[in-house]
């Protein structure tokens, strides 16, 4: 499942397939780039994040690139499980200010 | 070790009253951040302290909102004579130094009658 264009507010996709939740951001002097999954009820939980020198960055069945060319940053899911079922966030940061601007979020469901 | 917390997780008050709303950051974090969330929402940035230094008060909506962060650890957020509009969900986070992974707490659930 894909989220296109400049933001998408829900995605559905299957059990075990991969996801990838899109995030367009606007200004070229940020920086550094977070993503965060806000479950029901709780707070939002670090994924990971990505500094404006790489283009990729993997963790655990997660990876991010990031196009500073046209300004993209997006979030793969590797075999989508029931438990990544929430809203996904993006955030920039711009040099050493310490003020997150977010995105509205991707409500990612997840169908079993 | 432990993460950031935030009391009460629940907080119904009625129109005009003034509420008080309190987070724990992680231990040895330097720096502490307040933002909040209406419902469906992304995170607006209300306030952030770093250290010593004085906060950036640049977020908050009106004059009725402060805080403050004693000794370095522990922040109250203080709204005063709430209003309707003020309900939403006050999400702390605290990062090891400025610009460094900000990492948050439950939240408190604000509604106002």
């Known amino acids: 499942g894909e989220s296109v264009g400049l933001h998408l507010p829900t995605l559905s996709v299957q059990e075990g397939d991969n996801s990838i939740i899109n995030c367009a951001y606007s200004?070229?002097?940020?920086?550094?780039f977070i993503w965060y999954k806000q479950e029901s009820g709780k707070g939002p939980q670090f994924i990971i994040d990505?500094?404006?020198?790489?283009d990729k960055r993997q963790g655990q069945r997660v990876t991010v690139l990031l196009n500073k060319t046209v300004k993209h940053l997006s979030l793969q899911i590797a075999a989508t499980q029931p438990g990544d079922s929430a809203v996904y966030f993006c955030?920039?940061?711009?040099?050493?200010?310490?003020?997150?601007?977010f995105g509205a979020g991707t409500t990612v469901t997840v169908r079993a | 070790g432990a993460g950031v917390s935030q009391s009460p997780s629940n907080k119904v008050t009625e129109k005009g009253k003034d509420v008080e709303l309190r987070c724990d950051p992680i231990?040895?974090?330097?720096?502490l951040y307040w933002y909040r969330q209406s419902l469906g929402q992304g995170l607006e940035f209300l306030i952030y302290?770093?250290?010593?230094?004085?906060?950036?008060k640049s977020g908050l909506p009106s004059d009725r909102f402060s805080a403050e962060r004693t000794g370095g650890s522990v922040s109250t957020l203080t709204i005063q004579r709430t209003q309707q509009e003020d309900s939403a969900v006050y999400l702390c986070?605290?990062?090891?130094?400025?610009?460094?992974?900000?990492?948050f707490g439950p939240g408190t659930r604000l509604l106002v009658l």
């Open positions: 986070a605290s990062s090891l130094e400025a610009g460094e992974t900000q990492y």
């Open positions: 200004n070229s002097a940020s920086d550094y």
């Open positions: 990505i500094r404006s020198n790489m």
């Open positions: 955030a920039e940061n711009i040099g050493n200010d310490y003020k997150l601007s």
């Open positions: 231990s040895g974090h330097t720096a």
């Open positions: 302290f770093q250290g010593n230094s004085a906060p950036d």
